[in-house]
């Protein structure tokens, strides 16, 4: 392949990077600029900023992950050479999951680095906030579900090539996809279940909200005669 073909493809992603920094650029600006006239809704737009940007980072660093280690499988499970593979067949793999892992593996842990941060000393109170639970439900919730789905197909493919024919390398080769999923989705829900518990552990006790006693008022009325 000549080097104009494969940066034919460049222009349109320089393209379309450059129009989403703008939009994301301009309307950070104007989200900074209304949130600045309230504290609280300023720290709380923050708050769901960053949990919103390491969601992103989190997946794309995940299905970086994922090829990797399909990539991995597939090199020890190669077929035999009576099934054509074009040769060096693992390098845009390679290269897209280091792409993958590098971009959202930075993302994520740039955001999810300062709301653990913000958990630890600066603001106590950031592990009872609801953007942080439905942050770490909704990562924890995807990530099993993934991972069950994913091992359910692996699990079906394996079992069938025992059952019906001799098990053997190329079983293994069209699971590797699947077998990265699980892996990836298993690191990923094993980490946030693990901060779920520390969050329960560590999460302030809610204080009780003070009553406010009823007043009786008595009206004194005077008639004149």
Known sequence: MSSAAHFDALPAAAA??????????YH??????????????????????????????????AIGFSILVGLIVGLMSVPNSNIIIAP???????????????????????????????????????RSMLSRRAYMFSVFG???????????????????????RDLSRVDFYDVRWGLGIVASAAVVSAYHWQVMKEDRTLEPESQDIPTTQPKQITAVSSIES
């Open 142 to 164: 995807i990530a099993v579900l993934a991972s069950l789905i994913s091992a359910s197909v692996v699990l079906f493919h394996i079992l069938e090539g025992a059952l019906e």
């Open 28 to 61: 950070r600006i104007v989200s900074q600029q209304d949130s600045a006239k309230n504290l609280q809704r300023s720290l709380s737009g923050n708050r769901v900023y960053g949990y919103l940007s390491a969601a992103v980072g989190l997946v794309t660093m």
């Open 16 to 25: 379309v990077t450059i129009a989403g920094l703008a939009l994301w650029t």
């Open 88 to 126: 060096r067949w693992w390098g845009s793999p390679l290269a897209a999951a280091f792409t993958s892992m590098i971009v959202g593996g930075s993302l994520w842990l740039y955001h999810w680095l300062r709301r653990q941060a913000a958990a630890g000393a600066t603001d106590p109170t950031e």
